[in-house]
């Protein structure tokens, strides 16, 4: 599932009331600070990055491109 740019930052910005709220009393609170903050990251990186199909898409059309350069550049 994606979520849209505007969704990941709401939700970014729910975790980030939640953490400024969250008083450290006991293991408990440590835990759910430690899965705040693994929540947050993992948004942070399905948010901003685009999928890993479309990266190797990125990559393949790239090395494609270079190896043309290449070849078109040695061979004059």
Request: charged share 35%; aromatic share 2%; with cysteine.
């Amino acid at each position: 599932m994606t979520l849209s740019h505007q969704s990941v930052e709401i939700l970014l910005d729910l975790i980030e009331i939640k953490v400024s709220s969250l008083h450290i009393q006991d293991r408990e609170d440590a835990r759910e600070l430690n899965k705040l903050r693994k929540c947050r990251q993992e948004l942070l990186i399905n948010g901003t990055e685009p999928s890993l199909k479309q990266m190797e898409e990125h990559l393949k059309s790239r090395s494609s491109q270079a190896h043309r350069v290449r070849r078109t550049y040695y061979s004059k």
